[in-house]
């Protein structure tokens, strides 16, 4: 098997560097497994480690900092045959540390490459998670605040199968990344190595005393004993054959002719409890009976039981670009909290807009047309004063009509749900 480095983009690290070994040393072994660029993922983040997924004729993927291990993840579990390698430095490292141990929890078939030369080589020679508190770095004393992080120690307690640290000038170097790609779980491979345009201008580090520091650390006998369990992907697939099968979601045929077939666009703006979004989804299962094109996208506070809730609607005809609407047909004013999130959108309304004005709600002088059905006095509860002006609009032929609405319904809901629904159907009145 030939070589999988890209020749139209060789290695550029500084003279020195660490990194321009191990580059060629992992060409080596994939060459020595007999694997082909097809059968290969390089994901990367940012750094000089991030540069990898360019040197090699393989599949790519190259991310934020610190995150190269959740794309790495979904890569993994989307195409198991792969072998996926990450490429990360000991910046990404501690940026991404919750994400090392989650994939050392997980054991999902994944192998880490630690390109670890104790510093933020590519921004300044700052300190990172793994520089020694002793060591002279860009960002002042800030390193001698902390200790350094020993991520194969780490690595270990958090159950990952497979941990070793090495140099990055070893002579099994070769024989170490092969160990570590062809385990079958996740491994971690901490590869100490110099950063010469850095890290080395500050603080003498050599390849000898890599390996006597190396000798001074403990042991690391692999694979892990404790930590070794069915590898993550191929056990999720085992499991997951053996559940019941779900069911297809139905299909929502065309059966209706529309009220207009054009883009029709409506905002909803209530609050909390007054089953907004559900409305908007009505609407929009609504509007597929009739085969329209259908997008929601909503608003409503993180404390979900309180504030604004706000859902805007859009069918059309043709495909749908951008799901914001600037313009809208239709606005049903439900709540004087959603009207005072969206005040800004009465300034410019014209006669052709229709306003579905709820009992107690306030809007600025307008110039579209209002109408200000007496939820109350028909002895409509709030909470279902959305519904109800859907409703409305149905009965009016505005956007919709009754079968639109009906079918809708009754693909949404269920038994007593679908029995008050309908229900309320039939009492609500348009004046």
């Not at 990194?19 to 290969?40: C, S, V, Y």
């Not at 794309?71 to 993994?76: C, I, R, W």
């Not at 609405?405 to 039939?426: M, P, Q, V």
Request: one cysteine or more; a positive charge; aromatic letters at 6%.
């Amino acid at each position: 098997m030939g070589s999988l480095l890209n020749k139209s983009r060789p290695p550029v690290f500084c003279p020195g560097c660490s990194h321009d070994r191990i580059t060629q040393t992992l060409d080596r072994a994939f060459q020595n497994m007999g694997l082909r660029g097809e059968e290969i993922v390089i994901v990367t983040d940012i750094g000089c480690s991030g540069l990898f997924d360019t040197f090699f004729n393989t599949h790519a993927f190259h991310g934020l900092h610190g995150r190269a291990l959740t794309y790495a993840t979904g890569l993994k579990m989307a195409q198991p045959h792969l072998h996926v390698i990450v490429t990360m430095g000991d910046g990404g490292l501690g940026i991404g540390g919750a994400h090392v141990l989650s994939a050392c929890r997980r054991n999902l078939d994944l192998t880490l490459l630690v390109l670890n030369n104790f510093n933020f080589g590519m921004t300044g020679g700052q300190f990172s998670a793994t520089t020694p508190s002793t060591a002279q770095v860009g960002s002042g004393f800030l390193n001698r605040l902390e200790l350094p992080f020993d991520i194969c120690r780490v690595a270990a307690s958090a159950g990952a199968g497979y941990v070793r640290r090495c140099s990055g000038y070893a002579k099994n170097l070769l024989q170490e990344i092969e160990n570590a790609v062809r385990f079958d779980g996740f491994s971690i491979l901490d590869i100490w190595g110099i950063c010469p345009g850095r890290y080395t201008k500050r603080n003498r580090l050599t390849p000898q005393i890599i390996e006597e520091s190396l000798a001074k650390m403990p042991p690391i006998k692999n694979p892990v004993p404790e930590n070794q369990r069915e590898e993550y992907g191929r056990h999720y697939r085992d499991l997951a054959a053996g559940q019941k099968q779900v069911s297809p979601p139905k299909k929502m045929t065309a059966q209706f002719d529309p009220v207009e077939r054009k883009i029709m666009k409506v905002i909803i703006l209530g609050n909390a409890g007054q089953r907004i979004i559900t409305a908007g989804e009505i609407l929009c299962l609504a509007g597929l009976t009739a085969g329209f094109q259908t997008t929601q996208k909503n608003e409503y506070n993180i404390t979900v039981l309180r504030g604004h809730s706000i859902t805007e609607v859009i069918l059309s005809p043709h495909v749908i670009g951008y799901t914001g609407i600037e313009r809208p047909d239709v606005i049903l004013a439900l709540s004087q909290e959603g009207v005072d999130r969206r005040i800004d959108l009465f300034d410019s309304l014209d006669n052709s807009v229709l306003i579905l004005l709820a009992p107690g709600v306030a809007i600025p002088s307008c110039k579209a047309e209002i109408l200000q059905p007496n939820f109350k006095s028909q002895k409509i509860k709030s909470t279902d004063w959305a519904l109800a002006a859907l409703i409305v609009l149905a009965k009016m032929n505005r956007v919709i009509h009754l079968e639109m609405l009906k079918t809708a319904l009754k693909y949404k809901f269920r038994n007593t749900i679908l029995k008050s629904s309908l229900d309320l159907l039939e009492r609500v009145r348009t004046d």
